[in-house]
């Protein structure tokens, strides 16, 4: 478990970032992190592995006090998966950026092939394993440094926008991916801004603003809000407005999802005259 | 005004060292004042077409070009992305990348001051490009401490600046909350709509952007596989399938139609959505 208890961070150049932040994130749990630029998502983020250290409050991996700890050590257990690739990568090959981790971490060679293999076959690289990372599409160059990753097996995962430059299919992918490793009891931590996707996966969805946490609950209640939504510089799912409009039609206001959607909509219609 | 702002003719392009073409045999044409999206699975070549629309290759990326571009009539063989700037600015994904300057003031100016225009011409273009973007109270301060979305406009500003014919913006909202991603996609459409300017937008995202384009081309493997306005490229059963991440109301009545609903034309927004349901609704009841 991450458990964070009035975590507050200020930058050395005065800025407050994070302001009182409770927050508890458990084993299989899937969290999506929402709000506005400069919110402080990222900055939260960094302090599950130890990169940050709190300014005041305190925050525990495995009960652990992260003030205690170096970044290599948490890094076993939590996994970060920045948003630009390009601050990540410095290998010649994809094959050896996912290596890395795994070397460092002192892993036989034969084990790091077939984890390196496991995962480029995972994330659909099989092709570009002796490519340059830095030669990739932007879209691909993150799914490596997902991969980089990956292959260490961290206990938790924390993806800063994970679906920039991703297509639909790629999306989806991702999406099974993650629920993949909940059902595997691992927790999952996803920051975006991709509104349509949280919709998609509905995981408990925790908004800041300025650095507090101004809501915390189910994908459907808090997308659903138009208050929320307004607060945390969101849009509404399109479904999630659809349903605002047609209210008057008996539509249930927390659909999020277009499939849900349908059925709702198929239902109605099939009741006749 | 009429007539062509780009003519793309067989082209294909290769990157040094790369073992497959990023683009294969692509044409196209996009008139003068036009809003079209660009868009496909990721690696499909997108990022590639559009440096081919400012010169970028093959001037600056190695590798080989088969086929011509013409903008504005000029071949982007025989013109410098210097040259080409006056007429075609590029907005990236990150506006991080495109601001340098320790003021968002400097950062507009500096496109009209490298282009050599004299001191009033730049002051007047500067004054322009920052009112257009609404970044008139934030001139003086360094870009870095503003918003996301003050960024985004602050690059799209600088680009103004240098009063492009058209202007490519690959992926610009990628790294915006929501509702910085709707205000800069309408203040494209602005752009577009008010100045005439022409409008070539590289997205993934398609449920904002989709309601302002008149055109949509679908790349996938370096090819244009679809073209055409965008409801009725989104009612394809292929478009899905290639991962097209087409807006969530226009997926919803492609599947109602699957299951037998009668959906004449696919919507883009929501509020087209809503009235057609309704109409079904109240014909039901």
Same mark, same amino acid.
């Given at each position: 478990?991450?458990?964070?208890?009035?975590?507050?961070?200020?930058?050395?150049?005065?800025?407050?970032?994070?302001?009182?932040?409770?927050?508890?994130?458990?084993?299989?749990?899937?969290?999506?992190?929402?709000?506005?630029?400069?919110?402080?998502?990222?900055?939260?983020?960094?302090?599950?592995?130890?990169?940050?250290?709190?300014?005041?409050?305190?925050?525990?991996?495995?009960?652990?006090?992260?003030?205690?700890?170096?970044?290599?050590?948490?890094?076993?257990?939590?996994?970060?998966?920045?948003?630009?690739?390009?601050?990540?990568?410095?290998?010649?090959?994809?094959?050896?950026?996912?290596?890395?981790?795994?070397?460092?971490?002192?892993?036989?060679?034969?084990?790091?092939?077939?984890?390196?293999?496991?995962?480029?076959?995972?994330?659909?690289?099989?092709?570009?394993?002796?490519?340059?990372?830095?030669?990739?599409?932007?879209?691909?160059?993150?799914?490596?440094?997902?991969?980089?990753?990956?292959?260490?097996?961290?206990?938790?995962?924390?993806?800063?926008?994970?679906?920039?430059?991703?297509?639909?299919?790629?999306?989806?992918?991702?999406?099974?991916?993650?629920?993949?490793?909940?059902?595997?009891?691992?927790?999952?931590?996803?920051?975006?801004?991709?509104?349509?996707?949280?919709?998609?996966?509905?995981?408990?969805?925790?908004?800041?603003?300025?650095?507090?946490?101004?809501?915390?609950?189910?994908?459907?209640?808090?997308?659903?809000?138009?208050?929320?939504?307004?607060?945390?510089?969101?849009?509404?799912?399109?479904?999630?407005?659809?349903?605002?409009?047609?209210?008057?039609?008996?539509?249930?206001?927390?659909?999020?999802?277009?499939?849900?959607?349908?059925?709702?909509?198929?239902?109605?219609?099939?009741?006749?005259? | 005004?009429?007539?062509?702002?780009?003519?793309?003719?067989?082209?294909?392009?290769?990157?040094?060292?790369?073992?497959?073409?990023?683009?294969?045999?692509?044409?196209?044409?996009?008139?003068?004042?036009?809003?079209?999206?660009?868009?496909?699975?990721?690696?499909?070549?997108?990022?590639?077409?559009?440096?081919?629309?400012?010169?970028?290759?093959?001037?600056?990326?190695?590798?080989?070009?088969?086929?011509?571009?013409?903008?504005?009539?000029?071949?982007?063989?025989?013109?410098?992305?210097?040259? *080409?700037? =006056?007429?075609? $600015?590029?907005?990236?994904?990150?506006? /991080?990348?495109? %601001?340098?300057?320790? +003021?968002?003031?400097? @950062?507009?100016?500096?496109?009209?001051?490298?282009?050599?225009?004299?001191?009033?011409?730049?002051?007047?273009?500067?004054?322009?490009?920052?009112?257009?973007?609404?970044?008139?109270?934030?001139?003086?301060?360094?870009?870095?401490?503003?918003?996301?979305?003050?960024?985004?406009?602050?690059?799209?500003?600088?680009?103004?600046?240098?009063?492009?014919?058209?202007?490519?913006?690959?992926?610009?909202?990628?790294?915006?909350?929501?509702?910085?991603?709707?205000?800069?996609?309408?203040?494209?459409?602005? *752009?577009? =709509?008010?100045? $005439?300017?022409?409008?070539?937008?590289? /997205?993934?995202? %398609?449920?904002?952007? +989709?309601?302002?384009? @008149?055109?949509?081309?679908?790349?996938?493997?370096?090819?244009?596989?679809?073209?055409?306005?965008?409801?009725?490229?989104?009612?394809?059963?292929?478009?899905?399938?290639?991962?097209?991440?087409?807006?969530?109301?226009?997926?919803?009545?492609?599947?109602?139609?699957?299951?037998?609903?009668?959906?004449?034309?696919?919507?883009?927004?929501?509020?087209?959505?809503?009235?057609?349901?309704?109409?079904?609704?109240?014909?039901?009841?």
């Amino acid at each position: 478990m991450i458990e964070i208890e009035g975590l507050a961070f200020k930058y050395p150049n005065g800025v407050l970032a994070l302001d009182d932040v409770n927050l508890k994130i458990g084993e299989g749990e899937f969290l999506a992190l929402m709000g506005e630029n400069g919110a402080g998502k990222t900055t939260l983020i960094k302090h599950f592995n130890g990169l940050l250290k709190p300014t005041a409050g305190v925050v525990r991996v495995d009960g652990l006090d992260t003030r205690h700890l170096s970044v290599a050590s948490l890094s076993r257990k939590v996994g970060l998966v920045f948003q630009n690739p390009d601050h990540q990568f410095f290998c010649e090959t994809v094959r050896e950026e996912i290596s890395f981790g795994l070397l460092n971490f002192g892993y036989p060679r034969h084990m790091i092939e077939k984890r390196v293999n496991q995962v480029l076959r995972m994330l659909d690289l099989e092709r570009y394993s002796e490519s340059s990372p830095f030669a990739l599409s932007g879209g691909e160059k993150k799914r490596v440094a997902l991969a980089s990753v990956l292959a260490w097996n961290p206990k938790y995962l924390v993806l800063d926008e994970p679906t920039i430059g991703q297509d639909a299919l790629q999306k989806e992918r991702l999406r099974n991916f993650i629920i993949q490793l909940i059902t595997q009891g691992k927790c999952v931590v996803v920051v975006s801004h991709d509104v349509e996707f949280v919709a998609e996966c509905k995981p408990r969805v925790v908004v800041l603003s300025k650095g507090r946490i101004i809501a915390d609950g189910p994908a459907h209640k808090i997308l659903s809000s138009e208050e929320v939504v307004g607060r945390g510089s969101l849009i509404m799912p399109q479904i999630a407005e659809l349903m605002k409009l047609l209210k008057k039609h008996g539509f249930p206001a927390e659909v999020i999802d277009v499939y849900t959607a349908c059925m709702e909509i198929q239902k109605r219609m099939s009741r006749g005259p | 005004m009429g007539g062509l702002a780009v003519r793309v003719d067989g082209l294909s392009f290769t990157y040094a060292g790369s073992p497959f073409p990023a683009l294969r045999e692509v044409s196209l044409k996009i008139e003068r004042g036009e809003f079209i999206i660009i868009t496909g699975p990721s690696g499909c070549g997108k990022s590639t077409l559009c440096r081919c629309l400012n010169g970028l290759i093959p001037h600056f990326y190695p590798g080989k070009m088969e086929g011509n571009v013409e903008v504005f009539g000029m071949n982007t063989r025989f013109y410098t992305p210097k040259h *080409l700037a =006056r007429f075609v $600015g590029l907005v990236f994904q990150n506006p /991080e990348n495109q %601001l340098f300057s320790l +003021s968002v003031e400097g @950062d507009v100016a500096f496109g009209p001051e490298n282009l050599g225009f004299p001191r009033e011409e730049t002051v007047k273009r500067v004054e322009e490009a920052l009112s257009l973007m609404g970044l008139k109270e934030v001139r003086d301060r360094a870009p870095y401490e503003l918003s996301g979305g003050q960024q985004q406009r602050a690059a799209i500003a600088s680009i103004l600046a240098m009063r492009p014919e058209m202007v490519v913006l690959d992926e610009p909202t990628s790294f915006l909350d929501p509702r910085s991603s709707l205000d800069i996609i309408e203040a494209i459409s602005f *752009l577009n =709509r008010r100045l $005439g300017i022409t409008v070539v937008l590289v /997205e993934h995202r %398609l449920d904002i952007a +989709s309601r302002f384009a @008149d055109k949509i081309y679908i790349l996938d493997e370096g090819r244009i596989v679809d073209e055409g306005p965008p409801h009725q490229v989104y009612g394809r059963r292929e478009t899905l399938l290639l991962g097209v991440g087409v807006p969530r109301i226009s997926l919803l009545f492609q599947l109602l139609r699957e299951r037998g609903i009668p959906v004449k034309e696919i919507p883009l927004t929501v509020k087209e959505g809503a009235e057609k349901l309704e109409a079904f609704l109240v014909d039901r009841n």
